[in-house]
Structure formats: C-alpha cells, structure tokens
C-alpha cells in the first residue's frame, strides 16, 4: 500500500475575518478528502481541530507575516522538517522566502499595493514596509507552482502587476454562508428606517463618501439612518471622530461587534445594504445580504459586478452624487427593492464552498501528480 501523499496547509490567517476561505477549505476538504494525508499549521492560540483522522493541527509561534529573518528562517526550517510534497498558503505573502518546496498560494486581492496607509506608523517607516511587501509579493509569486484568486478581476491584476504569472493563475470562486443560524434578535432601541453596511472601516472601504451620501439622502428621507456594523478598531475610530465634528452622530449608529442574531435582525429589516468599497477580492459582505434577503447597492468598482451579477444596483463609488441617487432609488421604490431581492437570492445560489474546495482538491491532485 502506497504511503499517503503529504500536504501542509498553512491556516495562521483561518480566525481572522480574511481567514474565511482557509476555514471553509477545511471544513470540507475533511468531509471529501482521505486520500492524502494533511498537516494543518494554525496559530498557538487558535483552538481549531481536525474531525478527520488524516489530518493533524500543528501550531506554530511564527507571525503571519514578518520581515524578521529569524521569523523567515525558522519558519522555512519548520515547514521543511514535515516535509510535505505540497504546501497550500492561505494568505500572499505569508510564505518564508528561504522555503523551496513546491507550493500553491492564494492571492485574494492586490488592493494592499494601492490603499495601504501609515496610520499610526511614521511615514518613511511606512514607505520602507511597503518595500518589503513589494519585494516579498514578488518572490511569493514567483516561485509558486500555482496562484489561486477569488474572481477573474484579482486574477487579470495579478498578472498585470506580475506578467510572469499569467500562465499558472486559476480562479476559484469563494462563496456567501447560508442565512445565519437562529432566530432574529431585535436590539435594544432598535433603528425603524435604515441602510447598513457591515465590514472594517478601512480607507478602500470608502466610507467617508458613504457618509456623504447619506448627508444628501437626509433631505429626502429625514428618519433615515445609517447603520455600521464591525469591529470598533483604529479606522472606524478616527470616522466616528470625524462624524462626531459633522454633528451626525445621532443619525448614525456604529454598532461595534454584534452577535449573528441581532446582524440576522439588521440584514432583515434594513432597506438596503450599501456596499462603496473601491476595492474587493471578492465582496462577501453583498453575497451575505443577499441570502438573507435584503437588497444591495453597490460600486461598480472592481470584481463588485463580476460577483453580484444583475442583482445589485450600481453606482460609480467616487461620485457622492451618484451613490445617494442610486440608494435612493432603491429604499424609495418597493418594486425594484423586491427586483433585487429575487435576484439576490438566485445570484447567491452561483457560488458554492463545496465546489471552492472540489475545485482547489482537483489542483492539489495535478501538482501532486506532476
């Protein structure tokens, strides 16, 4: 009996709210997969672990993405004892530069090259960790056997940016989860009319505009307000100071982090999920409202229209203007709100995390194979 081919599947990033694919992969990879024996690395302070018997949770203290050559170098060394025949990167450019085994890599987007700000970082120390990125994302791709993106848009990026690429870049589409479980869960004071969007508030997420938007609607729609659900970090910090000056607070509710019964509840019972960002890999946030039926208006920038298809209703994310006439649209007109809702529910059903893990499955069997 021949021994099990071996992979390492490096999931450091699987808690993270990008970690989704990576935890979805695995998911079902152990309901679909025996043949192959698994290696899976998670961070020490991950509690996840394998249903299958063929795979196994390795944790590891090295960080998901560093400069440090003993971070770089002890990574290599770890992953070159398992000896794996290939290594699946859930995350570009998390693998060690000192690392020569075969590997495939996900790439989810490149919008880390255009939108990455300082922050709270001195600019020049800024200008020098974008450098190493650069220079890092380089040499991920160039010695990957393969590169996975989520849409065609990130794929065609890619290998624009990297024109050595362009021949070992596939597309695996990602997918929206199913309603989220549980019954509703109206919150305390809850808005009675109102937009939302959920996600960080990072500068490519666009959402000084959104509030500019919203502004204008006001004037059409003055018990309207605008809902923000995410985690209460640096960014959602430094716009709730700005809204704070605008004197719009009380007409804008940042949430922070909720349970999934009362996001359940706002997904429901809003008149549109708006969704501005200028830059997506693959846009789950829209997907996610539409299986719970609630309309979307969304940019028309990048993979936005590829994913959500003719079940969206789009605007040009840089003309305020144009994005509070196209929400307005929307909340003013019940017809084209149950339009989009139909077409929502029907453009979810094109993506499937099974057929994610079939297809990524299908390319660990060709590399191990070749």
Not at 109 to 130: N, T, V, Y
Not at 196 to 218: C, E, Q
């Amino acid at each position: 009996m021949s021994q099990k081919k071996h992979i390492v599947i490096d999931a450091r990033i699987r808690p993270a709210s990008t970690g989704r694919p990576i935890a979805r992969l695995l998911e079902h990879l152990q309901e679909i997969d025996k043949e192959h024996r698994y290696t899976v690395l998670i961070k020490k302070d991950d509690d996840w672990r394998p249903t299958a018997k063929n795979f196994t949770a390795k944790p590891i203290d090295y960080p998901i993405f560093s400069f440090n050559p003993l971070n770089q170098i002890g990574l290599a060394l770890a992953l070159h004892r398992l000896k794996p025949d290939l290594t699946y990167f859930g995350l570009t450019p998390s693998q060690p530069l000192f690392y020569s085994r075969k590997y495939i890599t996900l790439t989810h987007d490149l919008g880390m090259l255009r939108f990455a700000r300082a922050g709270r970082l001195p600019e020049w120390l800024h200008k020098i960790r974008m450098a190493g990125y650069r220079f890092l994302l380089r040499q991920a791709h160039k010695r990957a056997a393969h590169i996975v993106t989520p849409t065609e848009f990130v794929a065609e990026d890619v290998k624009k940016y990297h024109l050595f690429t362009s021949r070992k870049v596939t597309t695996i589409y990602e997918a929206s989860e199913p309603p989220l479980p549980g019954k509703a869960q109206q919150p305390v004071n809850p808005p009675k009319e109102f937009i939302m969007y959920t996600g960080s508030a990072f500068p490519h997420k666009n959402l000084d505009r959104l509030v500019s938007a919203f502004t204008i609607l006001r004037e059409q729609h003055p018990n309207l307000k605008l809902v923000l659900v995410g985690k209460r970090e640096y960014h959602s910090k430094q716009l709730e100071r700005k809204i704070n000056k605008q004197e719009l607070l009380q007409r804008i509710i940042f949430t922070g982090f909720i349970p999934d019964e009362e996001l359940k509840w706002y997904y429901q019972n809003a008149r549109a999920y708006v969704f501005p960002s200028l830059n997506e890999g693959f846009g789950l946030p829209g997907l996610e409202a539409m299986v719970h039926g609630c309309p979307v208006v969304s940019s028309d920038a990048s993979c936005l229209p590829e994913v959500n298809g003719d079940a969206a209703h789009y605007f040009n994310p840089l003309d305020v203007q144009e994005m509070a006439v196209k929400i307005d649209e929307v909340i003013s007109s019940e017809k084209l709100r149950n339009d989009l809702i139909k077409k929502g529910y029907e453009n979810a059903k094109r993506f499937s995390w099974k057929t994610f893990t079939k297809k990524h499955l299908e390319l660990f069997r060709h590399y191990l194979n070749h």
